[in-house]
T-cell receptor
Framework: GESVGLHLPTLSVQEGDNSIINCAYS??????FIWYKQESGKGPQFIID?????DKRQGQRVTVLLNKTVKHLSLQIAATQPGDSAVYFC??????????FGAGTRLFVKA | DVKVTQSSRYLVKRTGEKVFLECVQD?????MFWYRQDPGLGLRLIYF???????EKGDIPEGYSVSREKKERFSLILESASTNQTSMYLC???FGVGNYGYTFGSGTRLTVV
């Protein structure tokens, strides 16, 4: 969300387990949310999005949950694989050109 | 496969130099963006453009300018590079406004010495 932390949160999971990455957003007017994955040395890559009229959306091995009541967004990755190791960013948009990126969470997958 | 291509992956420039970072997209997107990414600070918007020859300041435009002469190309210019502009620079594009995700380039890591 708008609060960008100085320290990047880290999540370490065992290969094959499910991962849950959380994000708190601060702007109640945000109506579009996106999760990005950024691997080392690369630019962020779009994973999945969700609009504010939904509370859940599923992709391939990924699910995004939106709780507007508490302004919380989560990304669930099923059967986490080593290739999922990356930094994951949530982003929120209130319409127009203003997209706010979170600081990111670093996911480590242990083999 | 759609692409945003940044011309350089790594650049080393001297303080006071004029620096050009180039970005090209092949998706016919209207909107293009320049961000810088620094540890602990996330992605910060420098400038964006919603049409050819149109530009808008982002959150941290000081020390930068941009040029968009053609729809597919968006250039970031550091008029006089300074050491505090050492950073990862990311270009992105999007099809529309609001409910559209961005396609990012691979980034240019600029070091100013």
């Amino acid at each position: 969300g708008e609060s960008v932390g100085l320290h990047l949160p880290t999540l370490s999971v065992q290969e094959g387990d499910n991962s849950i990455i959380n994000c708190a957003y601060s702007n109640s007017a945000s109506d579009y949310f996106i999760w990005y994955k950024q691997e080392s040395g690369k630019g962020p890559q779009f994973i999945i999005d969700i609009r504010s009229n939904m509370d859940k959306r599923q992709g391939q091995r990924v699910t995004v949950l939106l709780n507007k009541t508490v302004k919380h967004l989560s990304l669930q990755i099923a059967a986490t694989q080593p290739g999922d190791s990356a930094v994951y960013f949530c982003a929120e948009n209130t319409g127009g050109f203003k997209t706010i990126f979170g600081a990111g969470t670093r996911l480590f997958v242990k083999a | 496969d759609v692409k945003v291509t940044q011309s350089s992956r790594y650049l080393v420039k001297r303080t006071g130099e004029k620096v050009f970072l180039e970005c090209v997209q092949d998706m016919d997107h209207e909107n293009m963006f320049w961000y810088r990414q620094d540890p602990g600070l996330g992605l910060r918007l420098i400038y964006f453009s919603y049409d050819v020859k149109m530009k808008e300041k982002g959150d941290i435009p000081e020390g930068y300018s941009v040029s968009r002469e053609k729809k597919e190309r968006f250039s970031l210019i550091l008029e006089s590079a300074s050491t505090n502009q050492t950073s990862m620079y990311l270009c992105a594009s999007s099809f529309g406004v609001g409910n559209y995700g961005y396609t990012f380039g691979s980034g240019t890591r600029l070091t100013v010495v």
